[in-house]
């Protein structure tokens, strides 16, 4: 019998878990170029900062209902 407090992910949630973390990875590497190649760093930081906080936050967003 399952334990109130069950702890073990579904193979669903464990795939979904994996592509979110992956996601948000492959996000975070593209805007650490983007912020290295940016030829004007000053106009260009702030919306590749803003960028790479939404779509990070959209991936924890999105992962925390897998993890309940």
């Known amino acids: 019998m399952p334990g109130r407090y069950d702890d073990e992910l579904s193979q669903f949630q464990e795939i979904n878990l994996i592509q979110e973390s992956d996601s948000a990875k492959h996000l975070l590497v593209y805007g650490t170029h983007a912020l290295r190649a940016a030829a004007f760093i000053e106009p260009a930081r702030d919306p590749i900062m ?19």
């Open 50 to 68: 803003t960028m790479l906080s939404i779509g990070v936050e959209g991936a924890e967003a999105r992962s925390r209902p897998l993890l309940r």
